[in-house]
Every structure is written in C-alpha cells, then in structure tokens.
Nanobody, 129 residues
C-alpha cells in the first residue's frame, strides 16, 4: 500500500523558512518521480515542484530560486526546503507520487486537479505578513 506522510508545516513570518518532509512507504522512490502540490484556501491545486530519479527538478516560476526539492533514496524520503516565504505561499502542501509498481505512470501530472496518482494528507503552511 502506498503511503505518503508529510510533516514540517507551520506558521512563520514573511521571509522565514520551513523544511517539509515526506515519508514514503509501500514503494521505492526509484519507482516514481516525486512531487509537492499545494492548495490554498478557495484556490485550485497547483504542482509546485518535482524531482526525477536522474536528479532533474522542476519548479513553478513562483517558487523558483526560493524552494529546493531533494530526496534521500536510502531513507525513502523527499524534502522541500522553502526559503523567503511569502503570504502567497500559504497553503496545504501535499507530497505526490505515482509508482510504476502500482500501475502508475511514474510521473507527476502538471494538472493536479485530475487527482491522478497518490497524495498524502498534507501539511499546513501559513505565512503571516
């Protein structure tokens, strides 16, 4: 069974930093690209960042240069280092995967509203001005 458990959310002031962690179980990280999705109150979800097995990364323009995604295959964990946080970063952040071993594509769809793949229950990030 695929399980993704996020942690590390919290409340910080503008300009602060947080490091989100995702503990994956039921599959190996080499079986899927990994990603972080966020959803702000009243907004559609958006794919924030992804990392592939070859180490290539993707960031949306809004976070590029401020957020860094990484993974530790030995620990089966994925991280999102978030620096210089802004009020617009306030959202619930979800870890995402779509493992090949579970019939998935191994990729994280850009259109997160399709609800494809697996996500955790999320961790809340609140940025105050």
């Amino acid at each position: 069974e695929v399980q993704l458990v996020e942690s590390g959310g919290g409340s910080v002031q503008t300009g602060g930093s947080l490091r989100l962690s995702c503990t994956a179980s039921g599959f190996r990280l080499t079986d899927s690209d990994m990603g972080w999705i966020r959803q702000a109150p009243g907004n559609e979800c958006e794919l924030v960042s992804t990392i592939s097995n070859d180490g290539s990364t993707f960031y949306i323009d809004e976070v590029r240069g401020r957020f860094t995604i990484s993974q530790d295959n030995a620990k089966n964990m994925v991280y999102l280092q978030m620096n210089n946080l802004q009020p617009d970063d306030t959202a619930v952040y979800y870890c995402a995967a779509d493992p090949l071993s579970y019939g998935g594509t191994g990729r994280i769809p850009v259109q997160c509203s399709l609800g494809l793949g697996y996500r955790g229950k999320g961790t809340l990030v609140t940025i105050s001005s």
